[in-house]
Each structure stands twice: as structure tokens, then as C-alpha cells.
């Protein structure tokens, strides 16, 4: 949807682009949506969580709508090491 600029449900063209997805936190306080991976999800403390917004967009027609993490290789997590480590 965001590549081929069409809604891959009704097939219009008439795309929102980039909306922002808002989340509301404590208080009703409004920040960005986000998604979070950790690399030590075990830890108690630190379990050294990389963060990326995401944008959303929307089918005008259809209200369909898909979700793209702003900056995805934020969130990437290096491959299991083999063995121990
Ligand atoms: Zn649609």
C-alpha cells in the first residue's frame, strides 16, 4: 500500500499517506504510536529496548488501513548467535 500507492482491498487510489497513529498515554497525554523490540527480553532491568515510531496509512474509500514502522532496522534484532555467549 505504501509502495504501490492503491488499497489492496477496494483498489482505489485515493491514499492518506503517512498518518500519524496516535497513542495516549498517563493522563490522556497524546505521543506517537510505537513499536519496540528488546534485545535481552529475559532481563529484568535492562532489557536494552530499541524503539521506532509508525505511520499508518489509510484507504480514503475504504478506511482500510496498514501500519509501517518509520524506521524499521531500528527494531532489528541481530541474529542468534550458535553456541554460547
Ligand atoms: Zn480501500
Not at 528488546?38 to 488501513?65: D, H, I, M, N
Amino acid at each position: 500500500m505504501k509502495r504501490t500507492g492503491k488499497c489492496p482491498k477496494c483498489g482505489s487510489g485515493d491514499i492518506i499517506a503517512d498518518a500519524k497513529a496516535i497513542d495516549r498515554g498517563h493522563g490522556n497525554a497524546m505521543r506517537d504510536l510505537s513499536v519496540a523490540t528488546f534485545r535481552k527480553p529475559e532481563a529484568l532491568l535492562f532489557k536494552q529496548k530499541s524503539e521506532t515510531t509508525v505511520s499508518a496509512w489509510v484507504c480514503a474509500e475504504c478506511g482500510y488501513l496498514e501500519f509501517y514502522a518509520d524506521h524499521p532496522a531500528d527494531i532489528k534484532l541481530p541474529a542468534p548467535s550458535t553456541g554460547r555467549g
